[in-house]
């Protein structure tokens, strides 16, 4: 595809329950990237790909995180037994090559709520 | 300290003059440098990169870098009510090749 389709637009979830975001890369860009965005404008990195293979996961949780890239399939950021301060939007990005002088293709987001 | 600073505003602006935004950051290794552009419940949207100390003009965008001062600004001419976002700066250090580190954003307010 052309952009970065990130699905679901929102999700609300109780506290202790699963929680898991999908992104499709746009065609032929190698790079997934996922950030975490608090209070609207606190970006946080947590994890990035090279294909199916993780390139640098120093950003995500050691507990309760966790991401896939498949072959053939969505991207997947889960959460297990999320809490509270999980609440955020979660961007993911693209890219051809890695971030470090490349323009990133961000979707729009997955606002995940914890009740 | 926070790896990349920014003022978080509100910067308010009149029409048609210049907004100019200020980025620091800490790492002196960092190579590459983003100026990202967030309209309220968007995505960020890339409106310049610049790698070299410098300006670097694109329409009515100027980047400015000085790694020496380890320091990074916006410059936006002729302000239009459609500038008012918030402008995010994105450094990518030495040692995180492969992910970039954002500054917290600037609410620029641009006012007829």
């Known amino acids: 595809g052309e952009e970065v389709a990130q699905t679901p637009k929102h999700l609300v979830r109780g506290e202790g329950q699963k929680a898991k975001l999908y992104c499709a890369p746009i065609k032929g860009h190698s790079y997934v990237f996922w950030y975490q965005q608090v209070l609207k404008n606190e970006f946080k990195f947590l994890i990035s790909?090279?294909?199916?293979?993780?390139?640098?996961e120093t950003g995500m949780p050691k507990e309760r995180f966790s991401a896939k890239c498949l072959p053939n399939s969505p991207c997947s950021l889960e959460i297990q037994a999320t809490k509270l301060e999980d609440s955020a939007v979660y961007f993911c990005a693209s890219s051809q090559r890695p971030a470090t002088n490349e323009k990133l293709f961000f979707g729009s987001g997955t606002q995940l709520s914890v009740l | 300290q926070k790896e990349v600073e920014q003022n978080s505003g509100p910067l308010s602006v009149p029409e048609g003059a210049i907004a100019s935004l200020n980025c620091t950051y800490s790492d002196r290794g960092s190579q590459s440098f983003f100026w990202y552009r967030q309209y309220s419940g968007k995505s960020p949207e890339l409106i310049m990169s610049?790698?070299?100390?410098g300006d670097k003009e694109d329409g009515r965008f100027t980047a400015q870098l000085n790694k020496a001062s380890q320091y990074v600004s916006l410059l936006i001419r002729d302000s239009q009510p459609s500038d008012s976002a918030t402008y995010l700066c994105?450094?990518?250090?030495?040692?995180?090749?492969?992910?970039?580190?954002f500054g917290a954003g600037t609410q620029v307010v641009v006012t007829p």
């Open positions: 790909f090279q294909n199916e293979n993780v390139f640098d």
């Open positions: 610049i790698y070299s100390n």
């Open positions: 994105a450094v990518n250090g030495r040692d995180s090749w492969g992910k970039l580190q």
